[in-house]
C-alpha cells in the first residue's frame, strides 16, 4: 500500500462499514426490519435472558430507544420480558418461537449481503480479510482509554470549539 493509500485507510473502513450497511437495510426493508431491530434479535439469539440494560449496552443502544424498539417486537410477538428473579426493578428478555423465522430472514439478508461484498475473492482471500480484521479488532480491544480524553472531545469536538 502505497504511503497516501494507506493514510486513508480509516476513511476506506468507515466507507466500506457505512456502504455495506446500507445495502443491508435496503435489503432489510422488504420485511420491514430496521438495522436496530436486527441487531438486538441478533444479540438475543446469543444472550437470550439477558437483562435490559445490559442489552442496551451490547447493542450501543440507549436504554430508553432499546425500549421501544422492544415495545414493538413484543408487540409483533418476537420477544417477551420477564421481570429479573434478581431484579425485580429490571427485566430481562427472551426471542419467542415467532422470532426464529425472523432471524431466518435476517441471517439470509447477512449472507446475500456479505457475498456481494466478497464477490471476487477466493475462499483464501475472505479467510485472510477476516483473520487480518479480527487482529485489528484486538489491537483496538486492547487499547487503554487516552488520559483527559471523552467521546465529543475530538477534533472540531466541543473542546476544540470552547479554544477558539
Request: a positive charge; proline letters at 4%; hydrophobic letters at 40%.
Amino acid at each position: 500500500m502505497t504511503p497516501d493509500r494507506f493514510r486513508q485507510l480509516g476513511f476506506l473502513l468507515k466507507d466500506v462499514s457505512r456502504r455495506y450497511t446500507r445495502r443491508f437495510e435496503e435489503r432489510a426493508q422488504r420485511f420491514a426490519l430496521t438495522l436496530p431491530q436486527c441487531r438486538v434479535l441478533i444479540l438475543l439469539q446469543g444472550n437470550e435472558g439477558v437483562c435490559q440494560k445490559r442489552l442496551a449496552e451490547l447493542a450501543e443502544l440507549d436504554p430508553m430507544t432499546l425500549v421501544r424498539i422492544l415495545d414493538r417486537m413484543e408487540a409483533d410477538g418476537w420477544v417477551r420480558r420477564s421481570f429479573d428473579p434478581a431484579d425485580r426493578r429490571a427485566h430481562t428478555v427472551w426471542l419467542t418461537a415467532a422470532a426464529a423465522t425472523v432471524l431466518e430472514q435476517i441471517w439470509q439478508l447477512i449472507g446475500e449481503t456479505r457475498s456481494e461484498m466478497l464477490q471476487g475473492l477466493s475462499a483464501e482471500e475472505r479467510a485472510q480479510l477476516v483473520a487480518l480484521l479480527e487482529r485489528v479488532h484486538a489491537n483496538l480491544n486492547a487499547l487503554p482509554p487516552l488520559p483527559g480524553e471523552s467521546g465529543d472531545a475530538g477534533i472540531g469536538g466541543k473542546a476544540a470549539r470552547s479554544e477558539r
